[in-house]
């Protein structure tokens, strides 16, 4: 959400929350707390929501969410996800162009596009991308189980956003000609 890295939002009814007990325990989020023979007999949390946030706050992530969410707002979600759509077609048709590529996944698609070139270790490509400025995302792509179930070691995976033009994608595409003309 064109945030800092660190935040996300837990939404839930807060009936349903005030069943769950915290996945991750540090200060602030105990109320009461009963030892006995040191062991511990009865834990008492603070309430919902504030049970699940132990620790010092990331304070910065918060407030740079607060304005994503507000610049969100003034662009309208219904003209990213346009304009998003826009991009990743222009870009999936681009690298249908390359037949040494092969792109996984299937449509409705948005930003997000998975690929590999034939014959090439994704690492490798990442690497190779790197060293002309572009940054990709390699590996399992935290989705070891569709990894495995088309059998290889990772895949390459661009993501496009609103901040990126056709002038990106073309200088990406660019660049992947070179690198596949380099491993041939």
Known sequence: MYSLNGIGILYGKKKLLELLNPWQFGGGIISNINIKN??????NFINSPWKFESGT???ESIISLKYAIKYIKYIKINNI???EKKLTKYLINKLKLLPEIIIYGTKPRIGIISFNIKNCNCYDIGFLLNQYGICIRTG???AI????????PG????SIALYNSKKDINTFIFYLKK????IK
């Open 179 to 182: 690198i596949i003309k380099k």
């Open 38 to 43: 040191n062991i511990i007999k009865n834990i």
């Open 155 to 158: 895949v390459c995976r661009i």
């Open 140 to 142: 399992n792509q935290c």
């Open 81 to 83: 996800i346009k304009y």
């Open 145 to 152: 189980p569709i990894i495995k179930f088309y059998n290889l």
């Open 57 to 59: 706050y990331n304070v």
